[in-house]
């Protein structure tokens, strides 16, 4: 059992089913904050506990404590909730590449071989939320993810970006393990994004990009 550190139990997110509001997907699967807490205190020592996402649990005299975003319309299959969106992607235009494109045009020739399904989620390191402006990262990672899944056999799509984590999906064969496969491709995307942006290059960070655990869930 992991150590709870105490700034985690001052922190507004520790207790109840919250919701981190800035993340689209997390509103709409009803992903409780709390499995992204739990990525963050993993590895790391409680009396030396770092998280950038803090927000204390406090409320001024006379004033409204915060109030958790409810779970309204939680999508409760998953596995076609994904398969939509890799729809919407390929039909808002948002891949430049018009044919060879399999994880937005989601090919079911392909999808064929692939049995196992995953929905994943990266953190980044103490949750920095390196990923601020998104919209500088989002094209690139589109690219960086096709290009290790095909590597990998398999296919790795980026569906959702947010500051501190993003939400991936993976179409693996029988014979593929996910977290050796999504341990791979994360260093290979993080090695790609270091050499691209500057501004990674600069924050000269001890640890990785990301934090090394992440979240997984099969999507049968």
């Not at 001024?60 to 939680?74: C, D, N, R």
């Not at 942006?197 to 001890?206: A, G, I, N, V």
Request: hydrophobic share 40%; charged share 25%; glycine share 4%.
């Amino acid at each position: 059992m992991i150590d709870v550190p105490r700034r985690c139990q001052q922190c507004f997110f520790f207790k109840g089913q919250h919701i981190y509001e800035k993340c689209t997907v997390c509103r709409e699967l009803g992903f409780s904050a709390i499995h992204l807490c739990d990525l963050n205190r993993k590895g790391q020592d409680p009396d030396h506990f770092h998280c950038h996402m803090f927000r204390p649990n406090l409320r001024l005299v006379g004033g409204k404590a915060a109030v958790a975003h409810p779970f309204l319309s939680v999508i409760r299959d998953r596995k076609q909730y994904f398969k939509d969106v890799l729809k919407l992607m390929h039909g808002s235009g948002q891949c430049d590449r018009k044919s060879g494109c399999s994880a937005c045009q989601n090919d079911d020739r392909i999808s064929s071989r692939l049995k196992k399904k995953f929905h994943v989620v990266w953190l980044t390191t103490d949750r920095k939320p390196i990923f601020l402006q998104s919209s500088s990262y989002i094209r690139f990672f589109h690219d960086a993810l096709l290009t290790c899944g095909t590597l990998m056999n398999g296919k790795a799509v980026l569906i959702w970006l947010a500051p501190d984590h993003l939400h991936l999906y993976l179409e693996l064969s029988d014979g593929d393990s996910v977290m050796d496969v999504s341990e791979d491709i994360q260093l290979l995307v993080q090695d790609a994004l270091i050499a691209e942006f500057d501004q990674l290059q600069s924050m000269k960070m001890e640890a990785s990009l990301f934090n090394k655990d992440f979240f997984i869930e099969t999507l049968d």
